[in-house]
């Protein structure tokens, strides 16, 4: 049982976070943001579902082996051979856990075709096999906060009596408020026998952008486990964000008195590295980790904090590790300087990743009169990607524009190793490189987004480039940054289109808030 003062943070970024869409993560970044969120104080981490792919075994596998503190989970449905698979991926950890599932609500009921009574007792086979396999088990019935109350007791008490450990309480779809939130956690704890023995979690998502409430909601009723992730990442409106309740836990501790074990100011740096590998920038005015979240512009506002901080911040930019010196960089500024701000900004670089970056820094210090953080940051972007093994390479481009039509772009681009050319057409300069793109390498995949954003203000700003393509309901995001808004625009499309190819090779990894298929649960 946990200690009845402190909330378990659950953090699953890497299976429901990484199932938004168009935000596939690399085997190597996912074991990155696992070593960051264990060094981090996460309780437990969800690393993925390993019966999707043998992507997904082998990076849960290999998070497990290297887990130092955290619980390492994996998810399965409510059939054997998931959680068979399940437990050859996470028992390589000092601290495993299994979690599986099955939908509860009449409408999740319909898609098996089960009866109450034959549901209930697929969850008591299934919890009993994975706890005869592992002594901490996770069971959730999903979509809980529309299961009807009878049948919700009864399934959370067969789990119980089964083995299962902790009993998680999935809002799937986001539909619940605060006050049914609490009182539904509330409620479980008073009438269901053996619930004094468990952990209660809960578990929302942010359709009606009460996430974050809803959770903090059932911490009141008593749930002692949140799982949240990174920035909100997740399906759909994304899940409850571990920095908000992190905060809101620390900085409300006098109408809310339980503690978290994460150390808060290694926020802002996994929210920069997730933003950067899942390819979904975080808002600006997203609350504890956004650009703004620290920014004020009114002259009120901004007297009262030159005189007092406090009047209008309730907590330090320091708090969540948002520290920044007045080191200005510029075309002078020697390794040692791009080292120290990098480091501030979270990048701790080996020498020859250093020496990389710095080529890239000179290269666009000689474009900008200053560059700021920023630009610092689209530049680890924009190194990070080209540190990728991609099929798809931007190696040349130049296009002609003007009031005088067509435009035209004449790209080069490194396909398998060969360089490939041509000269296509569009209406204006970034559609004549799109099309250009399409003649070298042709695809179906559908254009569903093109933004471009300046990192930074004036006219010799990066243009931080976001595209998003959709092929036969496989979704990709790229990213790139550049002065040149067409060249970035170039390397986000092809960017996409490498994380498509990528996923091609994959089976989709299933959802507690997708469709599942249940062919195997029955």
């Not at 479980?188 to 053996?194: K, N, R, S, T």
């Not at 904090?305 to 330090?316: D, G």
């Not at 979270?346 to 000689?366: E, H, P, S, T, Y």
């Not at 530049?379 to 296009?399: H, I, P, S």
Request: negative net charge; proline residues 3%; glycine residues 6%.
């Amino acid at each position: 049982m946990a200690d009845k003062d402190h909330v378990l943070i659950f953090d699953t970024t890497l299976r429901d976070g990484e199932q938004s869409p168009g935000a596939t993560m690399t085997h190597s970044q996912k074991l990155e943001i696992a070593e960051l969120l264990d060094d981090m104080g996460v309780d437990i981490i969800e690393a993925g579902f390993p019966i999707a792919s043998e992507g997904d075994f082998n990076a849960v596998s290999e998070i497990a082996k290297r887990s130092k503190d955290a619980v390492i989970c994996g998810l399965s449905r409510a059939n054997f051979k998931d959680i068979d698979r399940c437990w050859e991926a996470v028992k390589h950890a000092a601290q495993p856990r299994i979690h599986t599932f099955i939908g509860t609500s009449p409408l999740h009921r319909a898609i098996p075709d089960l009866t109450k009574d034959e549901m209930a007792e697929k969850i008591h086979e299934t919890v009993t096999h994975a706890r005869n396999l592992c002594d901490n088990v996770q069971w959730s019935p999903m979509d809980a906060t529309r299961t009807e109350w009878e049948y919700l007791t009864r399934v959370v008490e067969i789990a119980i009596k089964a083995g299962a450990t902790t009993i998680n309480i999935p809002d799937t779809v986001g539909y619940t408020a605060p006050r049914e939130s609490a009182d539904l956690i509330r409620r479980l704890i008073a009438e269901v026998p053996g619930a004094e023995d468990v952990i209660f979690a809960t578990h929302c998502h942010n359709d009606l952008g009460m996430a974050t409430a809803n959770s903090l909601a059932a911490v009141e009723g008593g749930a002692r486990q949140i799982e949240c992730t990174i920035n909100g990442l997740g399906e759909r409106a994304g899940n409850t964000a571990l920095e908000e309740v992190v905060m809101a836990l620390r900085v409300r501790g006098d109408i809310m008195p339980y503690d978290t074990g994460v150390d808060a100011t290694k926020l802002t740096h996994i929210s920069r590295r997730v933003a950067t590998v899942s390819g979904f920038a975080v808002q600006y005015n997203k609350a504890i980790v956004g650009k703004n979240a620290f920014a004020h512009e009114s002259g009120i506002h901004q007297d009262g904090m030159l005189k007092n901080a406090e009047t209008f911040e309730i907590m330090r930019p320091e708090d969540v590790g948002l520290t920044e010196t007045n080191i200005v960089m510029g075309k002078h500024s020697g390794r040692a300087a791009l080292r120290s701000k990098l480091h501030e900004l979270g990048f701790d670089l080996a020498d020859n990743q250093l020496n990389d970056v710095f080529v890239r820094f000179k290269a666009l210090a000689d474009r900008k009169k200053e560059v700021l953080a920023d630009d610092l940051m689209a530049l680890m972007r924009d190194q990070e990607a080209g540190d990728t093994v991609d099929r798809l390479k931007v190696k040349f481009l130049r296009v002609i524009c003007g009031t005088e039509a067509p435009q035209s772009a004449d790209l080069t681009l490194e396909i398998d190793g060969e360089d490939r050319q041509v000269t296509a057409q569009g209406d204006g300069p970034v559609d004549a490189t799109f099309n250009a793109v399409k003649e070298l390498f042709p695809h179906g995949a559908r254009l569903q987004l093109y933004q471009v954003h300046a990192v930074t203000e004036g006219t010799d700003a990066q243009a931080t480039v976001t595209v998003r393509l959709e092929e036969e309901g496989r979704i990709t995001t790229g990213q790139s940054a550049d002065t040149d808004t067409v060249v970035a625009s170039a390397k986000a499309y092809v960017a996409a289109l490498n994380r498509m190819l990528v996923k091609r090779e994959r089976v989709e990894p299933h959802s507690d808030t997708k469709q599942v298929s249940y062919k195997d649960v029955t």
